[in-house]
């Protein structure tokens, strides 16, 4: 693995375990939304909402990428349907927000970002809407990419030719690191940057892709492997 002077780094499932996070929020949201906009959680159980979701993926297809968008225009579906408008959506946000983004970061994620920050340039890459600033690692990051910024979400190769110019390398030297197996290795790989899957659950790699050029259980293991005493 060598010539490699940026990495683009995934962030949900690779530095912080996701599903549990929003399931967190999505309950908060749901109980501050009952505390003071009762006539929506009347209307609506938690199962109602994914499907008013749902569908507004389906109506907005070309912002799909953008999931803060379709948060907020859940929001106001359903503000608007229980006679409430739309002018609570930024405070109905904000309490997602703050849970959405008071994640369990994995223990060897910041040793192993302030290592790899000494010699590589890093560039977070996501289709979330996380928050780094929020989660207290931005300092550990010299830019960051968003799938709402590129306007495609991964695998799509639009926001990895945004990651690789805000990177200020080329692709070939370029490695993305994520743990899902299409979004992150294949779609890096299908847009010619090096490719390294985090494996945390000794998953078998799935045939139907080629096979990333590093498997790492853990970033962790990034800094040996890329000669970093």
Same mark, same amino acid.
């Given at each position: 693995?060598?010539?490699? /002077?940026?990495?683009?780094?995934?962030?949900?499932? =690779?530095?912080?375990?996701?599903?549990?996070?929003?399931? &967190?929020?999505?309950?908060?949201?749901?109980?501050?939304?009952?505390?003071?906009?009762? &006539? $929506?959680? !009347?209307?609506?159980?938690?199962?109602?909402?994914? !499907?008013?979701?749902?569908? $507004?993926? $389906?109506?907005?297809?070309? &912002?799909?990428?953008?999931?803060?968008?379709? /948060?907020?225009?859940?929001?106001? /579906?359903? %503000?608007?349907?229980?006679?409430? %408008?739309?002018?609570?959506?930024d405070d109905a946000f904000d309490i997602f927000d703050e849970v959405r983004n008071d994640v369990d970061i994995f223990p060897e994620v910041i040793p192993a970002l302030e290592a790899?920050?000494? &010699?590589?340039?890093?560039?977070?890459?996501?289709?979330?809407?996380?928050?780094?600033?929020?989660? %207290? $690692? *931005?300092?550990?990051?010299?830019?960051?990419?968003?799938?709402?910024?590129?306007?495609?979400?991964?695998?799509?190769?639009?926001?990895?030719?945004?990651?690789? *110019?805000?990177?200020?390398?080329?692709?070939?030297?370029?490695?993305?690191?994520?743990?899902?197996?299409?979004?992150?290795?294949? %779609?890096?790989?299908?847009?010619?940057? *090096?490719?390294?899957?985090?494996? /945390? =659950?000794?998953?078998?790699?799935?045939?139907?892709?080629?096979?990333? !050029?590093?498997?790492?259980?853990?970033?962790?293991?990034?800094?040996?492997?890329?000669?970093?005493?």
């Open positions: 693995m060598n010539n490699i /002077r940026t990495i683009t780094l995934d962030l949900d499932d =690779t530095l912080w375990e996701i599903h549990p996070v929003i399931r &967190r929020a999505e309950q908060r949201l749901y109980e501050w939304l009952g505390e003071n906009f009762p &006539r $929506i959680t !009347e209307m609506y159980t938690p199962t109602d909402l994914h !499907e008013v979701r749902s569908g $507004i993926v $389906i109506e907005f297809a070309d &912002r799909a990428h953008d999931l803060t968008f379709l /948060r907020h225009t859940v929001l106001g /579906r359903i %503000g608007v349907a229980a006679g409430y %408008g739309t002018d609570f959506i790899l920050g000494e &010699r590589f340039k890093l560039i977070a890459v996501t289709n979330g809407n996380a928050n780094l600033e929020s989660i %207290g $690692i *931005r300092d550990l990051f010299d830019n960051v990419v968003t799938a709402a910024m590129a306007g495609a979400a991964k695998p799509a190769a639009e926001v990895f030719d945004m990651a690789v *110019r805000v990177g200020g390398a080329s692709k070939a030297q370029t490695l993305h690191v994520g743990d899902h197996p299409l979004y992150d290795v294949d %779609g890096a790989r299908a847009a010619g940057l *090096r490719t390294a899957w985090v494996n /945390r =659950t000794a998953t078998n790699w799935p045939d139907e892709y080629a096979a990333p !050029e590093i498997e790492v259980k853990h970033i962790g293991e990034l800094p040996e492997l890329l000669g970093i005493d």
